[in-house]
């Protein structure tokens, strides 16, 4: 029996991703927790349907809503401020922070994942049943990566997710500002990265990039490399053509797979217009007295 306790970083950006992350995970999750910001942190409102919604749907699972302010940040020491380039790596720390503390006596290992990264859940299950990673206070898996599509994967595979021994956890470690990484690199040896399944492959499915360009402005514009670089120049440049054979925003090359799940967006609604109801009106009207 396996004790651990998976922790998804979530906000409504990745509402498409809720759902097939929390139905892998629940393989071989023994509490699930998902702790959300009430706002985005560029610091505009989160969308409180969604939320509302997600609650609902998700009832089995333990949300956690925490306050979001700029000018009383989570963390005894902490002097972040808004202007601070490392502010939303500082609130995503601090979501598994918050997690953390609602952590079940029982767990053993905590998971840290974000939602649009989906693992495979009965084969990760099958690997956590024969590798020893009890010998472990922490571990890191790779993971495939795609673009604009479910169907375009990078050829390159990359470190995803971060699987942690509870006792040895404490609120200042997770409370880094490299987040996942920086927690690895602090916890004691022993330690393992880049781990695989029992058949070589990762198990990870990362769909950060898997996105409308409407999803992705709103993405790059409230994630923490907000700063790096001019997104919405490059988004635009990127959807002005068909999905090439490289993804023109991080440069990896990518091939055409079969889908692991298929994402769907929200179809947007069809806004009316008083003008299209008046003519709709009117060839109501005209048809009505045809008939008569």
């Known amino acids: 029996m396996h004790s651990i306790a998976t922790i998804i970083n979530y906000c409504t950006n990745d509402h498409k991703f809720l759902r097939p992350c929390i139905d892998e995970v629940k393989h071989f999750s023994s509490q699930i927790l998902i702790p959300v910001s009430d706002h985005f942190f560029d610091g505009t409102p989160e969308n409180r349907g969604l939320l509302n919604h997600a609650y609902r749907e998700h009832s089995d699972c333990e949300f956690i ?9 989570y963390g005894f020491s902490t002097s972040k401020r808004p202007d601070d380039l490392d502010w939303a790596r500082h609130w995503h720390s601090t979501a598994r922070m918050i997690g953390y503390f609602h952590l079940r006596k029982e ?54 997710g971060l699987m942690a021994r509870k006792s040895l956890l404490t609120p ?24 695989m399944g029992l058949e070589e492959q990762p198990l990870i499915h990362h769909y950060s990039w898997v996105r409308t360009q409407e999803e992705m402005l709103k993405k790059t514009a409230t994630w923490s490399h907000h700063w790096e670089r001019d997104w919405a120049s490059l988004i635009e440049k990127e959807f002005s053509a068909p999905v090439p054979g ?12 079969e889908p692991y799940i298929a994402l769907m967006s929200p179809k947007p609604a ?15 009207e005209f048809n009505l007295q045809t008939e008569l």
């Open 65 to 73: 809503e925490f306050a979001y302010d700029p000018n009383r940040p």
């Open 107 to 160: 767990i053993e290992y905590v998971l840290f994942i974000d939602v649009d990264e989906i693992y495979e859940g009965r084969p990760f299950k099958a690997w956590l049943d024969q590798f020893d990673y009890r010998d472990y206070s922490a571990l890191r898996f790779t993971s495939y990566e795609y673009f604009r599509e479910p169907c375009y994967r990078a050829k390159e595979i990359f470190t995803s």
């Open 270 to 284: 069809h806004r009316v217009t008083y003008s299209e109801i008046f003519r709709k009106e009117l060839a109501e």
């Open 172 to 195: 200042k470690q997770i409370l880094n500002v490299d987040e996942r990484m920086g927690l690895y690199r602090d916890l004691p040896e022993k330690k393992i990265m880049h781990l």
């Open 246 to 257: 490289k993804n023109s925003l991080t440069n990896q090359e990518y091939e055409r797979v």
